[in-house]
């Protein structure tokens, strides 16, 4: 074989290994961040406090004002949150919202939640 030969070989070669590791990081790059998880927060509050507030996704319980709750999420899309909240001589009431999926971490979201004040009507 040519010295000519051997180079251009060697040179395909090692071009198809670098390639290779090209791939391979970006799609590692590519799974990391397709996985992270966003989270986002809710300080819920009521006039007058101490109303049960409910999912109306699941319908679970989440819990009584004044409350602050999380939700966590794979895309970071803004999420849609229903919920009613009830309290007894008062009228139930649905509210809804955007939530931001803008944190990183479920305790920076819960530092910074969003505020949602309901307002319940007396029977």
């Given amino acids: 074989m040519a ?8 040179s395909t070669i090692s071009m198809q290994k670098a390639l290779l590791k090209i791939a391979l990081i970006a799609t590692s790059v ?5 996985c992270s ?12 406090p101490g109303a049960e507030v409910i ?5 679970t319980v989440i819990g009584v ?11 970071g899309n803004r999420q849609y949150v229903a919920l ?3 309290k007894p001589g008062f009228e139930e009431k649905v509210s809804h ?9 479920q305790s920076s979201a819960k530092e910074n939640p969003q ?9």
């Fill in 115 to 123: 505020l949602v004040e309901i307002t319940l009507t007396e029977k």
């Fill in 84 to 86: 009613r909240v009830r």
């Fill in 3 to 10: 010295p000519a030969e051997i180079f251009s070989t060697y």
């Fill in 97 to 105: 919202f955007w939530l931001s999926m803008r944190h990183k971490s």
């Fill in 37 to 48: 998880s966003h989270y986002g927060a809710a300080k819920i509050l009521s006039q007058p």
């Fill in 55 to 59: 999912n109306l996704d699941d319908g």
């Fill in 30 to 34: 590519f799974i990391i961040s397709g």
């Fill in 65 to 75: 004002t004044p409350l602050t709750t999380w939700w966590k999420d794979s895309s």
